[in-house]
Nanobody, 121 residues
Framework: QVQLVASGGGLVQPGGSLRLSCAAS????????MGWYRQAPGKQRDLVAT???????NYADSLKGRFTISIDNAKNTVYLQMNSLNPDDTAVYYC???????????????WGQGTLVTVSS
């Protein structure tokens, strides 16, 4: 069984920064990729950014330049550095991982519990 635990959310003023972390634990053989998605109130869940274990990244076009995703493979942890935050960034941020629990197991997609980011003065 695999669990993703996200942390780092909170209240921040417009223009401020936050760094989210998400650690995967449990029976993990390999991680193909990890990522962040967000869901604002009343809206669908959207891609923020993804990163492969090799370091290849993909960002939502609107967030390029303000958000940076990184991964620590040794710790099975993904990070999201968010700068120049504005109220439109207010959302629950969910982490995601695509991984295998064993060398012959199928690829699993696992979601974390979400962490709330509120940007407000």
């Amino acid at each position: 069984q695999v669990q993703l635990v996200a942390s780092g959310g909170g209240l921040v003023q417009p223009g401020g920064s936050l760094r989210l972390s998400c650690a995967a634990s449990g029976t993990i053989f390999s991680i193909n990729a990890m990522g962040w998605y967000r869901q604002a109130p009343g809206k669908q869940r959207d891609l923020v950014a993804t990163i492969t274990s090799g370091g290849s990244t993909n960002y939502a076009d609107s967030l390029k330049g303000r958000f940076t995703i990184s991964i620590d493979n040794a710790k099975n942890t993904v990070y999201l550095q968010m700068n120049s935050l504005n109220p439109d960034d207010t959302a629950v941020y969910y982490c995601n991982a695509r991984l295998r629990s064993g060398p012959w197991d199928r690829l699993l997609e696992v979601w974390g519990q979400g962490t709330l980011v509120t940007v407000s003065s």
